[in-house]
């Protein structure tokens, strides 16, 4: 079945560090592929999403590449805040799935930045 | 505004005792969808539902029970519940069939004693 695999956390960083987190997957179709963010105490936000290869999905001075050749798409930010600290879930939605349509989310990487 | 609601945010009770857990959404929304988090886990689908009176279930839907009598609405049941069903429940909805974003409440943290 599809699967999502990203890096073990967590990730401490310094204000204004560069941020890599790495997320690969294994889907039978073409996916939809997503950075999902989850401030402590709230629920998820979608953070940004690429549709096809070789889309760049960004928001918020985060940027993510869906690589095909790689089944890869990993989360990079030049300078992270304070404000950055959040646990991060890459996901993945696979039309070939049918009705279901679920995300199928890796198990989260916390991120901590410190001042 | 638009969001996701569930109630309650937090919740401790005893094994066996039935519980609801209401979700509701104001964005007119098609598909809603409910997910437990479990440390190490991540995420994983209980049950969905495509439209009203639509519903399936997912990877982990033992235990537990849903209904889609309204479009807004799509509460989980456990009717009996366990320990093993300790977890973060998120639940969440989406405009349609193809339509990729999903919009997650804010979480129900459950204990079962």
């Known amino acids: 079945g599809d699967s999502v695999t990203q890096m073990e956390g967590p990730v401490t960083l310094s204000e204004e560090a560069f941020l890599t987190i790495n997320c690969t997957y294994t889907?039978?179709?073409?996916?939809?592929l997503f950075w999902y963010v989850q401030y402590p105490g709230e629920g998820l936000q979608l953070l940004l999403k690429?549709?096809?290869?070789?889309d760049k999905g960004s928001n918020k001075g985060f940027e993510a590449t869906y690589r095909k050749e790689t089944t890869s798409f990993h989360l990079e930010k030049g300078s992270v805040q304070v404000s950055d600290s959040a646990v991060y879930f890459c996901?993945?939605?696979?039309?070939?799935?049918?009705?279901?349509?679920?995300?199928?989310f890796g198990k989260g990487t916390k991120l901590t930045v410190n001042p | 505004e638009a969001q996701v609601t569930q109630n309650p945010r937090y919740l401790i009770t005893v094994t066996g005792k039935k519980l609801t857990v209401t979700c509701s959404q104001n964005?007119?929304?098609?598909?809603m969808s409910w997910y437990r988090q479990d440390p190490g886990l991540g995420l994983r689908q209980i049950y969905y539902?495509?439209?009203?009176?639509?519903?399936d279930k997912g990877d982990v839907p033992e235990g537990y029970k849903v209904s889609r009598k309204e479009k807004r609405n799509f509460p989980l049941i456990l009717e009996s519940p366990s320990p093993n069903q300790t977890s973060l429940y998120f639940c969440?909805?989406?405009?349609?069939?193809?339509?990729?974003?999903?919009?997650f409440g804010p979480g129900t943290r459950l204990l079962v004693l």
């Open positions: 969440a909805s989406r405009a349609g069939r193809g339509v990729e974003t999903q919009y």
């Open positions: 889907a039978t179709g073409y996916p939809s």
């Open positions: 690429a549709t096809k290869a070789d």
């Open positions: 996901a993945l939605s696979d039309p070939t799935q049918g009705g279901s349509e679920k995300l199928v």
């Open positions: 964005m007119n929304h098609e598909y």
């Open positions: 539902s495509m439209n009203v009176e639509v519903t």
